[in-house]
């Protein structure tokens, strides 16, 4: 860990994070392994106090999605929105949408600072710029006593340039700082990303159709040759759309419409 003099300066303004969104609770932290782990630490306390997010400067073991882990280094938005699940009223059939509505809210702030119809959420919950990954995003939901958390991790490449990550992923990832020159805040952008969350999991609940129509239309695999692994099956096959569930439409070789409800994109 940095020693505590040198570090350099947290780029969260705390008391503005909660004076400009709906959040009750920012537990900060200068540096942790992951914003998600220690949100599952303080989960009961975190709902109590809650909404929250749970905030690091650097994040130094951030775990991805299907137990990958996610690389970022100082200069990423890297944090852990803590929701009390009963809060969200969704029907059970489609809460599989928590994710990409997520994804969606990402990427309007994103697309708010620069890069406009160069970004897009691919399914089931990235935000990619000119088919590169700039936001994963890993929705959990936890058990605390009789509530159950709903934890939504996000981390974004903002001021950190992927030129200084590993190779394996440097081609297929982007920060904001690798296509637009000037700086952005944080504060700000986890701001506006907060406020536009709120707005996307309303119009999850109020008009799940008009959202996933949005989602469509920013879908990055629509009209895609895909291979997709769910589980043990592989599918390949031209992307359809994302339907009212969440489940990716597949058209395959033979014809079928067919929906996948899991998986992880192999090639696009
Ligand atoms: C993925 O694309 O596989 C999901 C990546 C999710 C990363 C974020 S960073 C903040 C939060 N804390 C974690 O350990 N993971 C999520």
């Known amino acids: 860990m940095t020693d505590r003099a040198t570090r350099p300066a947290s780029q969260f303004d705390v008391s503005r994070i909660l004076r ?23 989960l009961a306390q975190l709902l109590d106090a809650g909404p929250a997010v749970v905030l690091a ?43 990409i509505a997520a994804g969606a809210a990402v990427h309007d702030a994103i697309a708010a600072r620069g890069p406009g119809s160069r970004a897009g959420v691919k399914w089931p919950n990235d935000v990619m710029i000119d088919e590169r990954k700039v936001c994963g995003i890993l929705t959990e939901q ?48 986890l701001i506006d990303l907060l406020n536009r969350l709120d707005h996307r999991l309303q119009q999850l609940q109020r008009s799940p159709g008009e959202l996933v129509q949005q989602l469509n239309t920013i879908h990055v695999l ?28 597949i058209r395959t070789p033979a014809g079928d419409r067919t929906p996948i409800r899991a998986g992880t994109v192999l090639t696009f």
Not at 57 to 86: E, I, K, M
Not at 175 to 184: G, K, M, S
């Open 142 to 189: 936890i058990p605390a006593g009789d509530r159950q958390g709903l934890l939504i991790g996000i981390g974004i490449n903002v001021n950190n340039s992927v030129r200084d990550a590993p190779p394996e992923i440097r081609d297929s990832a982007v920060a904001l700082c690798d296509i637009r020159p000037e700086a952005v805040s944080l504060t700000e952008l």
């Open 222 to 249: 629509n009209g895609k040759r895909v291979v997709i692994q769910s589980g043990v099956t592989r599918h390949e096959g031209i992307c359809q759309e994302i339907a009212i569930d969440g489940a990716l439409i």
């Open 57 to 99: 400067d650097v994040q130094t073991a951030g775990r991805g999605r299907s137990g990958r882990s996610w690389f970022s280094t100082a200069g990423a938005l890297t944090c852990s929105v803590v929701l009390d699940a009963a809060a969200i009223a969704v029907p059970p059939a489609q809460r599989g949408l928590i994710s």
């Open 20 to 42: 400009e969104t709906s959040l009750r609770c920012v537990e900060y932290h200068p540096e942790l392994a992951s914003t998600s782990d220690t949100a599952r630490e303080l």
